[in-house]
C-alpha cells in the first residue's frame, strides 16, 4: 500500500465542463474526507464519509459539488459546470475511526484549472 | 463555530535560534488540537497532537485553554524545520478535522 492516492494529478478545464476527481485511501481506513486548497489558504473542510455513509459536508459547498464513496472504498468527486473560482488544490485524506488519534492521511492532491 | 487561526504567514528565522509559531482557536467546548507539517514536494502530515503531549523532531506544543492557545515551539531551530505548518482543531472524535491558514518557516543558515 502507497498510501492515500488521488488521480488525476492534475487537470485543465474549461468554464462550464464537468470534471471528476478520484481517491483511494489506505484500505483499512473507513474515514475519507475532501478538502480544498487554495493559495495561502489552509485546507478547508468539504466533506466527509464513515465508510459510504456522508457523515458532513460544508455548508460552503455548492450543490455543483457532489461526492460518492459508493462500496467505502474509494471515493469521487466531481464539479459540474465548473467555474474559475474552482481552480484549486483537491486534497483527499483517510483515517481509521478506530485508532481515534485524530490522524489523517493526505494524498498528494488533484490540481484544477479552469481557463 | 469552530476556527483556527494562524498570525504569521511567514516566519523566518536563523539556525540555532529559537522557534515558536502561533495558534489560537476558537470553540466553546473542549477540542482535540493538533500541528501538521508540509515539507517541500511532500504529503501534509501529521507533526504532533496535544493529547499526546509528546515532543516530535524536537517540537512541543502546550494546550492553553485559558488563552486558547496551541503554539508550536522548538528551543533551537535546524534547517530541515523549514516548511508549512498548518495548526488543527477537531471537535470530537466524530468531528471533522478544520485546519489554520499555515505559517511558512523559513530557516536562514
Known amino acids: 500500500d502507497t498510501g492515500v492516492s488521488q488521480n488525476p494529478r492534475h487537470k485543465i478545464t474549461k468554464r462550464g465542463q464537468n470534471v471528476t476527481f478520484r481517491c483511494d485511501p489506505i484500505?483499512?481506513?473507513?474515514?475519507l474526507y475532501w478538502y480544498r486548497q487554495t493559495l495561502g489558504q489552509g485546507p478547508e473542510f468539504l466533506t466527509y464519509?464513515?465508510?459510504?455513509?456522508?457523515?458532513?459536508k460544508s455548508r460552503l459547498l455548492s450543490d455543483r459539488f457532489s461526492a460518492e464513496r459508493p462500496k467505502g472504498s474509494f471515493s469521487t468527486l466531481e464539479i459540474q459546470r465548473t467555474e474559475q473560482g474552482d481552480s484549486a488544490m483537491y486534497l483527499c485524506?483517510?483515517?481509521?475511526?478506530?485508532?481515534?488519534?485524530?490522524?489523517?492521511?493526505f494524498g498528494e492532491g488533484s490540481r484544477l484549472t479552469v481557463l | 463555530a469552530q476556527r483556527v487561526t494562524q498570525p504569521e504567514k511567514l516566519l523566518s528565522v536563523f539556525k540555532g535560534a529559537p522557534v515558536e509559531l502561533k495558534c489560537n482557536y476558537s470553540?466553546?467546548?473542549?477540542?482535540?488540537l493538533f500541528w501538521y507539517v508540509q515539507y517541500s514536494r511532500q504529503r501534509l502530515q501529521l507533526l504532533l497532537r496535544?493529547?499526546s503531549r509528546e515532543s516530535i523532531k524536537g517540537f512541543t506544543a502546550d494546550l492553553n485553554k485559558g488563552e486558547t492557545s496551541f503554539h508550536l515551539k522548538k528551543p533551537f531551530a535546524q534547517e530541515e524545520d523549514s516548511a508549512m505548518y498548518y495548526c488543527?482543531?477537531?471537535?470530537?472524535?466524530?468531528?471533522?478535522?478544520?485546519f489554520g491558514s499555515g505559517t511558512r518557516l523559513s530557516i536562514r543558515p
Open positions: 485524506a483517510s483515517s481509521f475511526q478506530g485508532a481515534n488519534t485524530g490522524e489523517l492521511f
Open positions: 470553540y466553546s467546548g473542549s477540542p482535540e
Open positions: 488543527a482543531l477537531r471537535a470530537s472524535s466524530a468531528s471533522k478535522i478544520i
Open positions: 496535544h493529547i
Open positions: 464519509f464513515q465508510n459510504e455513509a456522508q457523515l458532513e
Open positions: 484500505s483499512e481506513h473507513n474515514r
